[in-house]
């Protein structure tokens, strides 16, 4: 029954996969981003040691937040003052 | 050893029974004064053996027969004593070697029955529970049962005493034999020696060879079981193995598919991955230095990394102190900024 239903999702799922089609990245920049993270995670590893980051979790936490929702406000009011017939100043 | 084998009825919530009878016993020999009728089975039509049969009073869980198709068998007292031999063995089981011997013969449609206690003269229960099986052996004289009629059908039930219980019995083994020993020969008492003397072979036998069907058929059980289970009832873990592994399998397709989009989102959650697991540990890595010189590299100095965790033995209160001032440095910052946030939202240009 189990493969039954995998072959029916098969079915179902290649043709839509195959609509996509983008290109690949280059194998060059998938090497660089990678060591670009290896550097992070190990420089985050030294930070962590100093700066243990369960002290500042919250901090980082509201920071993101707030900074989210604030900038999310301005980008719709700046949408919204682009519509004459709102007349939102 | 080969064995015959009636198959019991494996009834809702009860247990398959498999009934094992036996050619006669190995390790007897037919000797001048005593002859050995291998005794037929019969099942007791209410043979079920439930989860647990929590009391149960003189139940009768076994029945031998001398019956058409086996040695005739002349019931005799006055020219043969006779002797019950039978063995049974719980492979695995939990069951209580208590029991009762009833002799039923059958006399003209007159049956006498009669009721043997295990605790009193001429009936020897041998008990051979171990690690790996429980059995008992019953090695009982018949007492002169009188008789209407010579006939060749006997039957001899085993029952079971109060408050025995069976638990996951499963697999029984049994086999019986009647020894008619001849009064008329002087050297009974040696016949009867003899015989008592193998019962340990015969039994270990026996025991033995029991374990064995039992662990043909629990392979064989749990073969079935398990092709039923791949059929109709997959196990759930395994189920969402499959399941799992052809997701990750659509997965890579589907990231094969968009490039470039899957490839930004894999770093993304790499990035964010980074902040949300236990980071590594804190080790300084200096990089090493070579030099090439007419195409051959030369290595000035190797990579060298420093575990700064030695700090903590040597200066522990000093990144005590430095932790803390960060963290205030950054608990401070944050409150500057929603500080900042609310005067530019509420403090009206102030």
Known sequence: MLNLIISLAGIILKPLLSLFNFIDVPA???SITSAVLSYIRSGLGIVNFFLPFDSIKW?????????????????????????????VK | MAYAEYEGLPNNGMYPVYWRGGE???GLGYGDHADFYQLGKETNSDLYFIDNLPSVSGFRFMEFRLDEGFIDF?????????????TVAFPNGNFLPQVG???????????SNTVYNPFVDDFYV????????RGFTVFAKFPNISVSNNTSLIGIALTAADNNTFIDAG?????????????????????LAEIILRLDDIDSDLVSGAAGIQSAIDTQMQHDQQLWNDTYDPDPDQAESDVGSVIDNYNTQLGQSLGLFDYVSSVTTDFVGMFTTSPGAPVLTFPSWSIVISGASYNVWAEYPVDLSVLLADFSELL????FALVVVVWGAVIRYLWGVWDRIFGGGS
Do not use: Q
């Not at chain 1, 901090?59 to 007349?87: C, N, Q």
């Not at chain 2, 034999?177 to 002087?186: C, E, H, M, T, Y």
């Not at chain 2, 005590?320 to 932790?323: C, L, N, S």
């Open chain 2, 171 to 191: 697999v029984f083994y049994f086999d019986g034999l009647i020894i008619a020993v001849d009064k008329s020969v002087s050297s009974t008492s040696d016949a």
């Open chain 2, 101 to 111: 011997l009833s002799a039923l013969m059958s006399t003209d449609l007159n049956y």
């Open chain 2, 24 to 26: 006669p016993l190995l």
């Open chain 2, 126 to 133: 041998y008990d051979h529970t171990d690690s790996d099986s």
């Open chain 1, 28 to 30: 060059e920049m998938v």
């Open chain 1, 59 to 87: 901090a980082v936490d509201i920071f993101l937040s707030v900074f989210l929702i604030e900038h999310t406000y301005e980008l719709i009011m700046w949408i919204v003052r682009k519509i004459p017939l709102l007349g």
């Open chain 2, 320 to 323: 005590a102190v430095v932790r």
């Open chain 2, 74 to 86: 002349n019931y005799a007292p006055d020219l043969y004593d006779y002797y019950l031999l039978c």
